[in-house]
């Protein structure tokens, strides 16, 4: 059962414009979302996070941006660059002591110069 | 500071062989996970160590898997026998603990191809 919905799979954007991830998710138990990036060869690498009682972060060009009444929450990337091109996985934390995250299916971002 | 260290990075192996995986997570990080990456896929985890304890082993197939953290530094991912579908990125993540941060680290990985 998946339990994070991450969209779209791939994605195109010409440099200098804006990306935008979208993820939903369903159980409240969820306390901490994070978004990872990844590098061919490498492994994931957090990138921003957010938790459920802010409605948006912003870290440079990266923002989270959270809606708690409708389980969603999306990543922004301003002005987009070609060194940005990676997959983006989201990420949702289990309450609790567990530490467990569900990862989305991820989107492969593709910036064009 | 060095990151998570795993070896080997790649791995050809004909089904029915064992394999293993070796990690090394952070100095001080007393958390180790290992994570299974299938193509196109998201990393779910398989099991997680608070120092020397695996404290959630219950998406790891126990039949064929068993891993394996001595001492609560160094862990060790075993597959015996491996199948064709074992083929995935075997990721191993470190964390300080809940009470400093919810990050995990992920180390580069390691490519299982089972032919």
Wanted: with cysteine.
């Amino acid at each position: 059962q998946q339990q994070v919905k991450q969209s779209p799979q791939s994605l195109i954007v010409q440099k200098g414009g804006i990306s935008i991830i979208n993820c939903a998710y369903e159980n409240t138990a969820f306390d901490y979302f994070p978004w990872y990036q990844q590098f061919p060869g490498k492994g994931p690498a957090l990138l921003i996070a957010i938790r459920p009682d802010v409605s948006e972060k912003k870290e440079g060009r990266f923002t989270i941006s959270f809606n708690k009444s409708a389980k969603q929450f999306s990543l922004h990337i301003m002005d987009s660059q070609p060194g940005d091109s990676a997959t983006y996985f989201c990420a949702a934390r289990w309450g609790g002591a567990t530490n467990k995250l569900i990862f989305g299916t991820g989107t492969l971002l593709a910036v064009q110069p | 500071e060095a990151g998570v260290v795993q070896s080997p990075r790649y791995k050809i192996i004909e089904k029915k062989q064992p394999v293993a995986f070796w990690c090394n997570p952070i100095s001080g990080h007393n958390t180790l996970y290992w994570y299974r990456q299938n193509l196109g896929q998201g990393p779910e985890l398989l099991i997680r160590y608070e120092n020397e304890e695996a404290v959630d082993d219950s998406q790891l197939p126990k039949d064929r898997f068993s891993a394996e953290r001595l001492k609560g530094v160094d862990s060790t991912l075993k597959i015996q026998p491996a199948e064709l579908g074992d083929s995935a990125v075997y990721l191993c993540a470190s964390s300080p603990g809940t009470s400093v941060s919810y990050e995990q680290y992920f180390g580069p990985g390691t490519r299982l191809t089972v032919t």
